[in-house]
C-alpha cells in the first residue's frame, strides 16, 4: 500500500494578458504615422486599470490590438500565455466572443432590438449555440448585475443615456468574459450616472474579471487599481 | 440539427427584415416582376407545348403509339379485321368515302373538302389520263357531271375498336360508340366538328351512302367529337358497317390514282411487337409487298420540344434581363442598407462574429427576400392562370382542365434564390469587410 502526501503549492497569477514591445504604425494616403511605439502592458485577474491620456496619445487604438480588432505591427500579444499576436481572423472572432466583454462611448444599442434582444445579441453570434429559455436566463442575470432586469422590454428609445450604458455593459457581461475594455463608457454621461457606471464595471473586478479603461476623467481613473498615461504612443 | 452559425444567420436574418419592412418591401416590388417574367414564360411555353402536344395527339396519336400505315389491297382490310377482332391493345381504323343527303346529287363539298372551302374548287374538264406500272396509259371516261343537291360528302371512318386510347378525341356533345353492346342495323355515328358544322349549315336528308356498300344506310348520330380534323368525318363501329359492306371493300389502282379507296390504319399498343409481326406476316402471306407497310412510333413531344427550343430560349433571355433589373434593384437597396448598417455589422463583429457569418447574414437576408417574392410570383402567376382560363378557356378547348405546370414553380424559386445571390453578394462582401476598430472609435 503507497501513501500519498500533499505537497505544498506556491500559487503565482499568471497574467490575463501580455503585450511586449507593441508598436503600430498608421499607414494612409500621406506619411505612416507611429501610433504606439514599443508599449508594454499587463493585466492580471481581477485587476482593473485606467488608461488615461490626450487625444490621439493612441488609447483606443491600444485597446483596438488588445481587443482584436485589429493588429500590432510588431511586438508579441499573449493571452493567458499564449502568443495570439498572428491570430487568424475566424480564431481572434471566437476569442472576442469567449475572453473580452467591450463597452463603448457610444452605447452601439441596435434601436429595434428591446434592451433584452441587445444583450442576447452577444449570444446570438455563431459562436455555439444555446436554447432560448437559457439565453433568456443568462440574459436577465446580466440585467439584473447592473440592475436593470426590469426594462428588459424596453427599446432603447425609451431609456435614459445611463440606462443604455448599463444594457451595453450587459451585452459584454453576458458571455462572463475574462477581460472587460471600456473605452471612454462615461463620456457621454453626467457625473452622476458616470459614477454609477464606473461603479458597475469596477464590481465585475470582484468576479476575477480584468478591467481596462481608457478614460479622460482623472476622477474616475483613480478609482481603479492602476493608472497609466499614454503619452504620443508610449506610457510614461 | 442545424448548426449555431446557421441559427444564428436565420434569427439575425429574420430580425433585419422585421427591423426593416419597407426597404424589404421595396426590394420585393423591383424583383416580383423579374421574377413573375420567368415564370410567366416558363408557365406559357409549358402550356403552349401540352396544347400543341394535345392537338397533335388527337391527328397522329399519343406518344410512345405505334402507328402502321397499311395499303387497302390484296384483302388486307379483312385480314386485319379479324386479327384485332377483340383486342383492346390495337386499334385499325378503316376510311372510306360517304355522301350523305340526297342520291345522285352532286355533294356540296365534294371531295370531302371543308365546308369553308365548298363550291371553291372548280371544275377540271380536260382528259383524265391513268398509266399502269408498265406505262401503259389509257384515258379515263369522265364522269357525267352530277346535278348539285343537298348531300355532303364525309370522310367515313369504321373503327374496330374504341380509339380513344391511342386518339384521346375530346366530346363535344352527346356519348362515343359503345363497343360494348350488339351491333345496331342503323349505324351508330360520331361526327366530327366539321361534319356536324356541315350536317347544321345544310339541312341534308339523313340517308347515307357509302362507298363500297350494298345499300344506303340510315345511320343514327349520336354525338359529336373534336377530333383535329379539319375534314369532315364519321366515326362508326367496322360490325354495324358490315351489315351493309359484307365484304371490306379493296382498293382499286383506279382508286389509289383518284386519291381514294380504302385507307387502313393501324394504332398499336407501345410492346405489342408479336402482333406487329404477325399482322405483318400475314399481309405478306396475301400479296402485300414489307415496303407497302410503314410502322412507327408516335415521337411528337420530342419534335416539339426542338421546335419550341429556340422560342422558349428567346422569351427566357428577354425575362432574365426584367430579372436582371430586379436584381440591380436588390442589390441598390442592399448596397444603401449595408451603409446603413455599419454600427451595427462592425458591433456584432466586436461581440465574436466571424466575417464569413456576417456575410452569410446578409446572403440570408436577400435570399430569404428573394425565396417570398419567388412565392408571391408563382402565387401570382397560378392565380392569373385560373383568371385567364376561366376568361378564355373556353375559346381554347386544348387549355381546359389545364392546372399551373410545376416546372414554371421550380423556374420561380430558382430565379429568386438567383436573384437574391447576385443581389446580396456585393452587399454581403461590402458587410464583411467593414473594419471593426474604425467604426467603433468614430
Known amino acids: ?236 | 440539427m442545424l448548426s449555431g452559425k446557421f441559427r444564428s444567420a436565420l434569427v439575425i436574418g429574420g430580425q433585419g427584415i422585421r427591423a426593416r419592412k419597407l426597404r424589404t418591401f421595396l426590394s420585393m416590388v423591383s424583383l416580383f416582376l423579374g421574377v413573375l417574367a420567368i415564370v410567366a414564360v416558363q408557365a406559357g411555353s409549358e402550356i403552349a407545348e401540352r396544347a400543341m402536344l394535345t392537338d397533335v395527339e388527337l391527328q397522329s396519336g399519343k406518344d410512345g403509339t405505334i402507328t402502321g400505315y397499311v395499303p387497302g389491297e390484296k384483302g388486307a382490310p379483312g385480314i386485319v379485321e379479324s386479327t384485332l377482332k377483340g383486342r383492346t391493345d390495337a386499334v385499325a381504323m378503316i376510311g372510306s368515302r360517304a355522301i350523305i343527303g340526297e342520291p345522285g346529287v352532286r355533294p356540296i363539298n365534294e371531295g370531302g373538302m371543308p365546308f369553308e372551302y365548298a363550291g371553291r374548287g372548280g371544275d377540271y374538264s380536260g382528259p383524265m389520263v391513268y398509266c399502269d406500272a408498265n406505262g401503259t396509259c389509257t384515258e379515263q371516261k369522265k364522269e357525267e357531271r352530277k346535278p348539285d343537291g343537298q348531300a355532303i360528302e364525309v370522310n367515313m371512318v369504321a373503327l374496330t375498336g374504341d380509339i380513344r386510347p391511342f386518339k384521346p378525341f375530346r366530346p363535344v356533345s352527346g356519348s362515343w360508340l359503345d363497343f360494348g353492346t350488339a351491333p345496331s342495323l342503323a349505324p351508330r355515328i360520331v361526327l366530327n366538328e366539321e361534319a356536324a358544322k356541315g350536317l347544321k349549315q345544310y339541312r341534308v336528308p339523313g340517308e347515307m351512302m357509302i362507298d363500297g356498300a350494298t345499300h344506303h344506310v340510315s345511320p343514327q348520330i349520336i354525338g359529336v367529337v373534336q377530333d383535329g380534323s379539319m375534314q369532315p368525318r364519321v366515326y362508326m363501329r367496322l360490325d354495324e358497317l358490315r351489315t351493309w359492306m359484307p365484304a371490306a371493300a379493296s382498293t382499286t389502282e383506279v382508286d389509289r390514282f383518284r386519291g381514294g379507296g380504302t385507307q387502313l390504319e393501324l394504332y398499336l399498343q407501345p410492346g405489342t411487337d408479336d402482333l406487329q409481326q404477325l399482322l405483318k406476316a400475314k399481309l405478306v402471306g396475301a400479296g402485300l409487298s414489307k415496303d407497302q407497310m410503314h410502322f412507327q412510333a408516335v415521337n411528337s413531344k420530342e419534335r416539339m420540344e426542338s421546335e419550341l427550343k429556340i422560342m422558349r430560349l428567346i422569351f427566357l433571355g428577354m425575362a432574365f434581363l426584367v430579372l436582371l433589373i430586379g436584381v440591380a434593384g436588390i442589390l441598390n437597396v442592399g448596397l444603401a442598407t449595408v451603409g446603413e448598417r455599419v454600427e451595427e455589422f462592425a458591433l456584432r463583429r466586436a461581440v465574436g462574429m466571424s466575417r464569413m457569418l456576417l456575410a452569410g447574414i446578409v446572403l440570408a437576408e436577400t435570399l430569404l427576400t428573394g425565396l417570398l417574392t419567388a412565392a408571391l410570383a408563382i402565387g401570382a402567376g397560378a392565380a392569373g392562370l385560373q383568371v385567364a382560363l376561366m376568361m378564355f378557356g373556353s375559346r381554347f378547348p386544348s387549355l381546359q382542365g389545364t392546372a399551373f405546370p410545376w416546372e414554371a414553380g421550380v423556374a420561380g424559386v430558382i430565379a429568386g434564390l438567383v436573384a437574391g445571390v447576385l443581389g446580396g453578394l456585393i452587399p454581403a462582401i461590402r458587410a464583411a469587410r467593414i473594419p471593426i476598430a474604425t467604426v467603433m472609435r468614430a
Open chain 1, 1 to 236: 500500500m503507497t501513501q500519498s502526501f500533499e505537497q505544498p503549492t506556491v500559487q503565482v497569477q499568471a497574467p490575463l494578458l501580455q503585450l511586449n514591445g507593441i508598436t503600430k504604425v498608421l499607414k494612409g494616403q500621406g506619411e505612416p504615422r507611429t501610433i504606439l511605439s514599443g508599449v508594454d502592458f499587463t493585466v492580471h485577474p481581477g485587476q482593473s486599470v485606467a488608461i488615461l491620456g490626450r487625444s490621439g496619445s493612441g488609447k483606443s487604438t491600444l485597446l483596438s490590438l488588445i481587443g482584436l480588432f485589429d493588429r500590432a505591427d510588431e511586438g508579441k500579444y499573449f493571452l493567458h500565455g499564449n502568443d495570439i499576436t498572428k491570430l487568424p481572423e475566424r480564431r481572434a472572432a471566437a476569442l472576442r466572443s469567449a475572453e473580452f466583454g467591450f463597452v463603448f462611448q457610444r452605447f452601439f444599442l441596435l434601436k429595434h432590438l428591446t434592451a433584452a434582444q441587445n444583450v442576447a445579441m452577444a449570444l446570438v453570434n455563431g459562436q455555439g449555440w444555446s436554447a432560448r429559455r437559457k439565453r433568456k436566463q443568462q440574459v436577465m442575470e446580466a440585467l439584473e448585475q447592473v440592475g436593470i432586469a426590469h426594462l428588459a422590454k424596453s427599446k432603447p428609445t425609451r431609456l435614459s443615456g445611463g440606462e443604455q450604458q448599463r444594457v451595453a455593459i450587459a451585452r459584454a457581461l453576458v458571455r462572463q468574459p475574462r477581460i472587460i475594455l471600456a473605452d471612454e463608457p462615461t463620456g457621454a454621461l453626467d457625473t452622476e450616472t458616470g459614477n454609477l457606471v464606473v461603479e458597475v464595471l469596477l464590481n465585475t473586478t470582484r468576479q476575477g474579471c480584468g478591467l481596462v479603461l481608457v478614460t479622460h476623467d482623472h476622477d474616475h481613473a483613480s478609482k481603479m487599481g492602476r493608472v497609466m498615461e499614454l503619452r504620443d504612443g508610449r506610457f510614461n
